[in-house]
């Protein structure tokens, strides 16, 4: 299957402050993630933050507010962000088919809403070096558990171009940018 800008959105999961610092390998992960999120904002790609107890684990971090563009975000308790009906809801009135998603942690929140996101008809996109956990064996857990749920699996970069399609024009320009 190969994934197309029109047909995709991204939900970008729970990178929220006293959350992100803890993941394993952070640095690498934040940077990875500010550029899929960019990368797809040049490419209109419509997106959803949202934040896990916002009351307890804070705001996102600001890299991901302004790589997308916005400070709007959705509050949620639930593991899975398909199970908020307000989250559910926004997400089916993309009337997008591919799910792109990021964020933290790897094997709780980003699992469970990418499972649920293919239980209701999605096509969920994992981008592998956008997930986090804060031990590199849950975050390979996960990776395992998509695959066997027939979960496609991908990179940032490689995302990135295969929603370019070709090489030419501005937004190749801007994600080559990026991605140097």
Do not use: W
Not at 39 to 59: E, H, R
Not at 95 to 116: M, P, R, Y
């Amino acid at each position: 299957m190969t994934i197309a800008a029109k047909d995709s959105m991204l939900m970008i999961v729970d990178y929220q402050e006293r959350l992100l610092p803890a993941m394993h390998d952070c640095e690498a992960l934040s940077e990875r993630s500010r550029i899929l999120i960019e990368g797809l904002a040049i490419l209109d790609v419509p997106m959803i933050i949202t934040q896990q107890y916002t009351k307890g684990l804070g705001m996102s971090v600001p890299f991901v507010f302004a790589a997308a563009g916005t400070d709007v975000y959705m509050d949620k308790t639930e593991f899975s962000a398909m199970r908020n009906q307000q989250i559910a809801q926004t997400v089916s009135s993309f009337n997008k088919k591919s799910v792109i998603v990021c964020g933290i942690e790897a094997h709780i929140c980003v699992l469970q809403t990418c499972l649920d996101l293919k239980e209701q008809g999605f096509s969920p996109i994992l981008v592998l070096d956008c997930i986090g956990s804060r031990k590199r064996s849950e975050k390979e857990m996960t990776v395992i558990r998509a695959q066997q749920e027939g979960i496609t699996v991908t990179s940032a970069e490689s995302l990135l171009f295969e929603l370019l399609g070709e090489a030419g024009g501005e937004a190749f320009k801007q994600i080559s940018k990026l991605i140097k």
